[in-house]
């Protein structure tokens, strides 16, 4: 019978051949997924026999991955600053470059304000604005989204964090869902970016894979911050930060300025691109 180690070798040399980036981390990942263990168990058990059940399930997952599924979508999970966000096949899986966002917001909303009321746009499996609100216990948090599909992405998150008190959940395009009547300090999103002519270019687990509504950012990838931009300042009464792709931090920028934000200013990366734009609202205005 085979062993763990010879499964995961196998696993591995599947998952290389299929141009896969990482292929030893992603078999210790679907293994420990199929059998229902961490990782460091794997090591402590590399003789354990692997039964034909177990291997007909790894199998089927691999095969998935072996398309090029992303691999939170077969796993159901992905990590984000912190959080383990459950992820929906359908959702846009979380990236690392995301992290950003949410560390230029925590660094500009003072830790003091109780509450702070925040808008997350175009929320996705809700990752951005509930990492915000996990790590800020006075945020009141909006999750916005067009997406269905998101939106209960989000909803799960929201229960499995315990976030139910501070989060509301609403349906519908850019800050539109929020009664007027209702504040909002700060909008933080990270919208579709990519320029249409791009994404068929892309990644296969992003070209094939993921959701075009939360990709396709129109013929230069700035059809959103058009509007949300100008929107964002009409409504929030501190400030926006947003996400934004390789090279479009001048045109955001300017966007900013001519909608009236003051003190802008961009975040980089851990690639030292340029990541998040954000600006503050003029007092009194």
Same mark, same amino acid.
């Given at each position: &019978?085979?062993?763990?180690?010879?499964?995961?070798?196998? #696993? $591995?040399?599947?998952?290389? $051949?299929?141009?896969?980036?990482?292929?030893?981390?992603?078999?210790?990942?679907?293994?420990?997924?199929?059998?229902? &263990?961490?990782?460091?168990?794997?090591?402590?058990?590399?003789?354990?026999?692997?039964?034909?059940? $177990?291997?007909?399930?790894?199998?089927?997952?691999?095969?998935?991955?072996?398309?090029? $599924?992303?691999?939170?979508?077969?796993?159901?999970?992905?990590?984000?600053?912190?959080?383990?966000?459950?992820?929906?096949?359908?959702?846009?899986?979380?990236?690392?470059?995301?992290?950003?966002?949410?560390?230029?917001?925590?660094?500009?909303?003072?830790?003091?304000?109780?509450?702070?009321?925040?808008?997350?746009?175009?929320?996705?499996?809700?990752?951005?604005?509930?990492?915000?609100?996990?790590?800020?216990?006075?945020?009141?948090?909006?999750?916005?989204?067009?997406?269905?599909? %998101?939106?209960?992405? #989000?909803?799960?998150?929201?229960?499995?964090?315990?976030?139910?008190?501070?989060?509301?959940?609403?349906?519908?395009?850019?800050?539109?869902?929020?009664?007027?009547?209702?504040?909002?300090?700060?909008?933080?999103?990270?919208?579709?970016?990519? %320029?249409?002519?791009?994404?068929?270019?892309? &990644? !296969?687990?992003?070209?094939?894979?993921?959701?075009?509504?939360?990709?396709?950012?129109? !013929?230069?990838?700035?059809?959103?911050?058009?509007?949300?931009? !100008?929107?964002?300042?009409?409504?929030? #009464?501190?400030?926006?930060?947003?996400?934004?792709?390789?090279?479009?931090?001048?045109?955001?920028?300017?966007?900013?300025?001519?909608?009236?934000? #003051?003190?802008?200013?961009?975040?980089?990366?851990?690639?030292?691109?340029?990541?998040?734009?954000?600006?503050?609202?003029?007092?009194?205005?």
């Amino acid at each position: &019978m085979l062993t763990l180690v010879d499964v995961l070798t196998r #696993t $591995e040399r599947f998952l290389r $051949e299929r141009g896969i980036d990482s292929p030893r981390l992603e078999a210790e990942l679907l293994l420990s997924h199929a059998l229902g &263990m961490e990782r460091l168990q794997l090591y402590l058990a590399w003789d354990r026999p692997v039964a034909e059940s $177990e291997r007909e399930a790894l199998r089927e997952l691999v095969a998935r991955r072996g398309k090029r $599924e992303p691999l939170a979508w077969i796993t159901g999970h992905a990590g984000f600053h912190a959080l383990d966000l459950v992820v929906h096949p359908g959702v846009l899986v979380p990236r690392p470059d995301t992290e950003t966002l949410v560390d230029a917001a925590l660094k500009w909303i003072p830790a003091h304000d109780d509450p702070v009321y925040v808008a997350d746009v175009g929320c996705g499996t809700g990752a951005v604005g509930l990492a915000i609100a996990k790590a800020h216990a006075g945020v009141k948090l909006w999750a916005i989204d067009v997406s269905a599909e %998101a939106l209960a992405n #989000t909803r799960e998150n929201v229960e499995k964090l315990g976030l139910q008190d501070r989060v509301a959940v609403r349906h519908g395009p850019f800050l539109d869902p929020i009664p007027q009547n209702r504040p909002v300090e700060w909008v933080v999103s990270n919208p579709p970016y990519i %320029a249409r002519r791009e994404i068929d270019g892309l &990644m !296969p687990e992003v070209a094939r894979w993921e959701p075009r509504l939360a990709l396709d950012g129109g !013929p230069d990838g700035l059809d959103v911050y058009r509007e949300l931009v !100008p929107r964002a300042f009409k409504r929030a #009464t501190r400030g926006l930060l947003l996400e934004i792709g390789k090279g479009q931090g001048p045109r955001v920028i300017e966007l900013m300025h001519r909608a009236g934000f #003051t003190d802008v200013a961009t975040f980089p990366d851990l690639a030292g691109i340029t990541r998040v734009v954000g600006g503050l609202v003029p007092e009194g205005r």
